[in-house]
Nanobody, 119 residues
Framework: QVQLVESGGGLVQAGGSLRLSCAAS????????MGWFRQAPGKEREFVAA????????YYADSVKGRFTISRDDAKNTVYLQMNSLKPEDTGVYYC????????????WGQGTQVTVSS
């Protein structure tokens, strides 16, 4: 069974930084794309960033380009999201997901980690 555990969230002032981690277990994730998503209160979950299985390509939502960086350490089965220049609109619960087969949606969500950015 796939398990993803997010951590690293917290309360930070606007302009600050946080680094989120997503630890994966249950299978080897080096062959699978990983992604970060977030959900603000009253809104649907939205895409934030993704990284290919090789780590050679990354993708970002327009709202976070230039501020967030996704990376992976396959030796640790861990994916990271470095978030800089945080804005109040970045507030939400952040989830990581894995794409287990080509063309499939990201899934196997963990419990998420809360990020709150104060103005």
């Amino acid at each position: 069974q796939v398990q993803l555990v997010e951590s690293g969230g917290g309360l930070v002032q606007a302009g600050g930084s946080l680094r989120l981690s997503c630890a994966a277990s249950g299978r080897t994730f080096s062959n699978h794309p990983m992604g970060w998503f977030r959900q603000a209160p009253g809104k649907e979950r939205e895409f934030v960033a993704a990284i290919t299985s090789s780590g050679g390509s990354t993708y970002y939502a327009d709202s976070v380009k230039g501020r967030f960086t996704i990376s992976r350490d396959d030796a640790k089965n861990t994916v990271y999201l470095q978030m800089n220049s945080l804005k109040p609109e970045d507030t939400g619960v952040y989830y990581c997901g894995v794409r287990l087969s080509p063309g499939a949606d990201f899934g196997s969500w963990g419990q998420g980690t809360q990020v709150t950015v104060s103005s």
